[in-house]
């Protein structure tokens, strides 16, 4: 996931390299937009530096050529498209006009007219501009429009008067971001042990059986439990994706090695989600050299371990769901899987559809307990991965229900 923070000028605009860092270490990537103003208080290099991303300082790069000006002036449009959520913080009494009055005379007031992404203000200024008719209207404005204000605190201020005005903490400013993206943090404590992507299975030194499986589904699920404050072992076969920020990944190839990696992980983890397309089959006997093409070749294939079987097997109070491509009876096999493995949830989906599953941003699927069947229709694979967070957590709170009686 990526934000974007906007930074105003105000002696509070360095405390929004902390904020940077607290979403960070959330696994969410921070696009900092600076006004003038605030590169008078902090140079932009701080920010680069916490965030990993180019600050951007103004409408306009420092490009040469009439190609290079026009990327700029329609990048507020990219960043709009790209980004989860705008916050800004500090905010201050100019900005907030002009957010409510739609002036877009710079690229943060411009960017805030172009996104569809919630909005998160959190505002720092002298008392007596806090408290005037006209920035009271201006939040009231901003508010009716679905802007969320996180109220400054009271105390002492920079220009030594004392009220509200403070810049609220920054915990509370990224709390209340979260919240605004619906990434509440309601698997904090917990360790989430994901798998992911396909399995290869070597034929010889060049060669290999695999599957379609791209890994989104399962790297969909890392950064959503990252996001809801779950510790996140994430298993991985060969794909081309990047790990989200604050994952720890393990890389494996074969399903012999992601079975290694899983049981070796399990006694860490409270959750395990097997989102992983793993070879059910490996080759016995894998050439040591080339297979010349002379004609037909025949393969002994010998079946692999069932991963999710074993780690039912093995588990002790682990929360554990899995996952079912199926072309055809897809809720029948699903519920034969949920019963014969010992799983909590089964999350079914039919791998033959057009524009879904394999290969696809995109999926719709059925999330089986045995309480329970919940259609997920299609949508991304980012929203199906927080409706599969939502039944662990359901799972969760039934067994501190039935524990405590």
């Known amino acids: 996931m990526k934000i974007a923070l906007g930074v105003c000028g105000g002696i509070a605009a360095y405390k929004s390299a902390e904020i940077v860092r607290l979403f960070a270490d959330r696994g969410i990537r921070v696009q900092v937009i600076m006004t003038d103003s605030a590169r008078e208080f902090v140079r932009p290099l701080t920010f680069a530096a916490l965030s990993g991303e180019p600050v951007i300082t103004g409408m306009f790069a420092a ?12 990048e507020h449009i990219a960043v709009a498209q790209s980004i989860a959520g705008l916050v800004v913080a500090p905010v201050t009494a100019d900005v907030l006009a002009k957010f409510a009055l739609g002036i877009a005379n710079d690229f943060l007031t411009t960017l805030y ?4 992404a919630p909005v998160v203000v959190a505002p720092a200024m ?27 605190g009271s105390g002492y201020l920079a220009c030594g008067m004392t009220g509200p005005g403070r810049l609220a903490e920054n915990e509370a400013i ?14 904090a404590g917990e360790t989430v042990l994901i798998t992911a992507g396909a ?42 994706l990047k790990p989200p920020s604050g994952v720890e990944v393990t890389s494996v ?10 049981l070796r992980l399990l006694p860490e983890a409270s959750v395990v989600i097997k989102a992983a397309a793993v070879s059910d089959y ?24 069932d991963i999710v079987s074993e780690v039912a097997r093995r588990r002790t109070s682990q929360i554990v769901i899995g996952f079912a491509a199926e072309t055809e009876n897809l809720l029948e096999n699903a519920r034969a899987k949920l019963r014969s493995k010992s799983l909590d949830a089964v999350v079914v989906n039919d ?23 919940i259609e997920v229709p299609e949508c991304s694979k980012a929203e199906v991965a927080q409706r599969v967070l939502d039944q662990v957590f359901r799972l969760k709170q039934e067994r501190k229900l039935v524990g405590s009686k």
């Open 63 to 74: 490009k040469r050529g009439a190609e290079a000006n026009l990327d700029s002036a329609i």
């Open 199 to 240: 399995t290869r299975e070597r034929i010889d030194p060049v060669r290999y059986l695999t599957n379609r499986s791209s890994g989104r589904m399962g790297y969909a699920l890392a950064e959503a439990a990252l996001r809801r404050g779950a510790r996140v072992l994430l298993v991985s076969g060969p794909t081309a």
């Open 174 to 187: 990224v709390s209340a971001t979260l919240e605004a993206l619906g990434a509440v943090q309601d698997l």
């Open 351 to 373: 791998v033959s559809r057009e524009g879904v599953g394999f290969d696809s941003p995109r999926n719709a699927v059925t999330i089986l307990s045995a309480a329970e069947t």
């Open 113 to 116: 007219l172009a996104t569809t």
């Open 282 to 305: 490996t080759v016995g006997s894998p050439a040591p050299q080339k297979i010349k093409r002379t004609g037909k070749i025949t393969l002994e294939l010998d079946p692999t371990v």
């Open 126 to 152: 002298n008392v007596n501009m806090w408290e005037h008719p006209a920035t009271r209207q201006n939040l009231e404005i901003l508010r009716q429009r679905g802007v969320r204000v996180v109220d400054p």
């Open 253 to 262: 190839e074969s399903a012999a090695d992601m079975l290694a990696a899983v």
